[in-house]
């Protein structure tokens, strides 16, 4: 958001995605990419988590980044275009762009108190977290999930609408997950929170132009 008031707006998203990835190191777009190629070229349990696991990235998973970068890309320039052009509202927008940080993440995290966990291995990145589901965990990971969004509806109550597509994104994925390998994985939670964001995003602008 700062450097859509230097620069024009389609350097400041392109900005503002690369921050991101080098912010989080790609982790989540990996595990999109892993799941897009696992889940489009495997058709067993074993094959999708072998496939999965492989450090070279496929057909599936570099269609499916260039695809999820420019959907991001066009929505977030939507968003903008939509809610943030007045000054007195700004606030208001770096907010929508908190909330969906937040919730993206809560929403693939949330996969981890409802579905086991598939990898038998012991030096995955996911298996400490997948060890942890305790009350206080839970309670943790939608406190901070939630008290942006929070802050979000105090501005219109109609961002609660925004939830409603974000679970049936959670319960679908949990169960497509669930279909094929019985569970999750790293690579499914990072899908899942890449794609919430997405749905956030897109489900923002119906919004907005329906209400």
């Given amino acids: 958001m700062l450097t859509y008031k230097l620069f024009s707006l389609e350097l400041a998203i392109l900005l503002s995605l690369l921050a991101n990835i080098l912010t989080t190191g790609a982790f989540h777009e990996d595990g999109f990419a892993d799941v897009c190629d696992g889940f489009g070229g495997g058709w067993t349990k074993e094959k999708i988590l072998k496939i ?23 929505a977030i320039k939507k968003v903008i275009d939509t809610d943030c052009n007045d000054t007195l509202i700004f606030l208001g927008c770096l907010m929508t762009f908190i909330t969906v940080h937040a919730l993206s993440r809560l929403t693939a995290i949330s996969i981890i108190f409802t579905t086991d966990y598939v990898r038998e291995d012991e030096l995955s990145k996911s298996k400490p977290i997948a060890k942890q589901n305790t009350w206080k965990e839970i309670i943790g990971a939608f406190v901070f999930g939630l008290l942006p969004f929070l802050k979000l509806v105090h501005y219109s ?12 994104t959670q319960v679908l994925l949990r169960r497509y997950f669930k279909k094929w390998i ?19 995003y897109l489900s923002f602008i119906a919004l907005w132009k329906f209400s």
Avoid: H, N, R, W
């Fill in 182 to 200: 019985g569970g999750y994985t790293g690579d499914c939670l990072g899908a899942t929170q890449q794609i919430a964001e997405v749905v956030f």
């Fill in 52 to 74: 999965m696991k492989d450090s070279a990235i496929g057909a599936y998973g570099a269609i499916g980044l260039v695809l999820l970068f420019a959907i991001k890309f066009y």
């Fill in 157 to 168: 109550l109609y961002f609660l609408y925004l939830l409603i597509p974000l679970i049936l």
